[in-house]
């Protein structure tokens, strides 16, 4: 049983990880697309 609770806990932990990974990835992206598109139009 705590080896399961262990599993799912660990689990929770990857996915919220994997989240907040892909959120910055987002978020850097759309920050560098603004960037690239205001200097096209200077």
Avoid: D, K, P
């Avoid at 080896?3 to 560098?32: D, T």
């Amino acid at each position: 049983m705590t080896c399961l609770f262990g599993l799912w806990e660990s689990e929770i932990y990857v996915w919220m990880y994997a989240s907040i990974q892909f959120a910055l990835m987002v978020l850097f992206a759309h920050i560098f697309y603004n960037l690239v598109r205001s200097n096209r139009s200077i």
